[in-house]
C-alpha cells in the first residue's frame, strides 16, 4: 500500500490518499485540544497510544459483532481505513450524567441515568457543535430517516459492547462519542475513534471513592497528565485482547 497526497488535517489525526481509492491511510497526532480548540497542546505520546487504543478497540468490538472501518494498524502512529462519506454528526452514547450533559440539565455528574441517552451534534467548529434532535437531522437532509434508523441502531451496539468491554477491565463508561459514515457501496459503519479523547472513562478501583478520571478530563479541567492514564486504558485492554 503507497501513501500518496494528504486530504484533510484535523485536530488529533491526519488523513492520506493511498493507492486503493477504497483506502485512507491515517496518522495520528501528539495534538491535543478542548473546548474546539481553545486549549491547545502537544503531548508526547499521545498519537501513538490513541492509534494503539482505537485499533485495539475496534478489534475487540468485531470479535463482538460491531463492524467498523478500521482495517489493520501499520506502526505506532499509523492506520489503514476504509474510505467514507461521513455524515456531519457527532453521535453521543451516555450511561453516566457528566459533562456538557450534568451541565444542561443541573445535575451531579456520576448520577446514574435510568437508561443509556443517544444525542446527537452537528459536527461543526464554526458553530460550536450544536446539539440536534432526529427531526433536525432530517429536516436539514444531515441523514435520512432510514440512515439515521441505522446510525441510531449501531451506536447503541457500539455502546453494549463497549460496556462489556470496559467493565471487563474495571473501567466505568460514562460516555464516549462517535462518528458514523457510508462506504462507497452504501454500507453504513462506525468510523473515526474510540480511545480516551472520545470517552469518559472512569477508574472502578478508585482508592478514595471520589472519581478517578483516566480520559481526556484530565486535559479539559487540568487535573493532571493524560499519559499515565492512556498508558493504563491500553494495558487493560491489551491484557483483555490476549485472553479472548
Ligand atoms: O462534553 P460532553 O459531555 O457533551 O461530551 C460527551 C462525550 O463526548 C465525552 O465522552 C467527550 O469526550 C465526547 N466528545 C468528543 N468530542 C467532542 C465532544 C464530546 O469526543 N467534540
Known sequence: MEKLEKLYEGKAKKLY????????????????????GAKKAQIEGKGELNNHITSVIFDLLKARGVESHFVQRLSD?????????MFPLEIIMRNTAAGSFAQRYGVAEGTELKKPILEFCVKSDELGD????????IALGLAS???LATIS???????????????????????????????????ILLADEITP?????WN????????EH???????????????????????????????
Do not use: H
Not at 502512529?77 to 462519506?85: A, G
Open 145 to 147: 430517516e432510514e440512515e
Open 130 to 137: 450544536p446539539f440536534i434532535n432526529d427531526d433536525g437531522i
Open 17 to 36: 490518499a493511498t493507492n486503493d481509492p477504497d483506502i485512507l491511510w491515517v496518522e495520528y497526532m501528539n495534538q491535543a485540544t478542548a473546548g474546539n
Open 204 to 211: 472502578k478501583d478508585s482508592k478514595d471513592g471520589k472519581v
Open 153 to 187: 441502531r449501531q451506536a447503541r451496539a457500539v455502546n453494549d459492547a463497549l460496556l462489556d468491554i470496559f467493565t471487563k477491565i474495571g473501567v466505568q463508561l460514562v460516555d464516549f462519542k462517535i462518528e458514523e459514515g457510508k462506504t462507497g457501496d452504501g454500507k
Open 197 to 201: 479523547d472520545t470517552c469518559r472513562l
Open 214 to 244: 483516566l480520559d481526556k478530563d484530565l486535559f479539559r479541567r487540568d487535573l493532571g497528565d493524560i499519559i499515565p492514564a492512556y498508558e493504563d486504558i491500553y494495558a487493560r485492554l491489551t491484557a483483555l485482547a490476549k485472553d479472548e
Open 77 to 85: 502512529t499509523e492506520q489503514l481505513v476504509r474510505r467514507m462519506n
